[in-house]
């Protein structure tokens, strides 16, 4: 099976603009997960997106938002970026809503400038 | 909410000897701690994980520890390679089923 895909990978905006980041999981996986990591903050929990609802959120701004598809492709959307958003950014997903396993994709790495 | 709590934050071992990194978690209807390895410009992956219903686990030089009464979960590297450098995250998943990561542990294993 292919693994958890991740596009772009790599991307610079500035202050004030908005960003979409998309994430295919797994093939049969119908959950997917959004992490912003940065240095010395470790993996923090953006929300969880499953059969197209979102079923659980971190403790990030409303400029943060998400969406999942029937396909369950997800995507994230930062709008209003500010320095502090440049980040990695990772998705996971995993079989079922609140599955154990999380498989990571590659992630985006977004430079807000 | 979750929050959970990793020690050292960064580790240095001779290669052959044992590598321990600590966390500690808050809610005590966490039921799942997985650790996973997260080498440099790659994503994390699972290397070992345990459920509530177990005390320790072990994967060849991998084990994991978990004391439900102190709330606080380890993982033990035994005989270190060069190959272990990465960083190594804990995590447990809350009652409300999200999985929440301590800040991670870079492990260095020196030559």
């Known amino acids: 099976k292919a693994g958890v895909t991740q596009t772009p990978r790599y991307l610079i905006k500035t202050r004030g603009q908005q960003v979409t980041l998309s994430c295919s999981p797994i093939?049969?996986?119908?959950?997917v997960s959004w992490y912003q990591q940065t240095p010395g903050q470790g993996l923090q929990f953006l929300f969880e997106?499953?059969?197209?609802?979102?079923?659980n959120k971190g403790n990030f701004p409303g400029r943060f938002s998400g969406r999942q598809f029937s396909n369950s492709r997800s995507e994230m959307n930062v709008s209003t970026l500010e320095l502090g958003d440049s980040a990695l950014y990772l998705c996971?997903?995993?079989?079922?809503?609140?599955?154990?396993?999380?498989?990571f994709g590659p992630g985006t790495r977004l430079t807000v400038l | 909410g979750e929050n959970v709590e990793q020690h050292p934050s960064t580790l240095s071992v001779q290669e052959g000897d044992s590598a321990v990194i600590k966390c500690t978690y808050s809610?005590?209807?966490?039921?799942?701690f997985p650790w996973y390895k997260q080498e440099l410009g790659k994503r994390p992956q699972l290397i070992i994980d345990?459920?509530?219903?177990?005390g320790e686990k072990k994967d060849q030089r991998i084990a994991v520890t978990l004391n439900k009464t102190a709330k606080h979960f380890s993982l033990h590297i035994t005989e270190t390679q060069p190959e272990d450098s990465a960083v190594y995250f804990c995590?447990?998943?809350?009652?409300?089923?999200?999985?929440?990561f301590g800040k991670g542990t870079r492990l260095h294993i020196l030559p």
């Open positions: 996971a997903s995993s079989m079922t809503s609140g599955g154990d396993t999380q498989y």
């Open positions: 345990i459920r509530s219903n177990v």
């Open positions: 995590a447990a998943k809350s009652r409300d089923d999200k999985i929440i």
């Open positions: 997106y499953f059969s197209e609802t979102q079923r």
């Open positions: 093939s049969g996986h119908r959950s």
């Open positions: 809610d005590s209807a966490s039921n799942y």
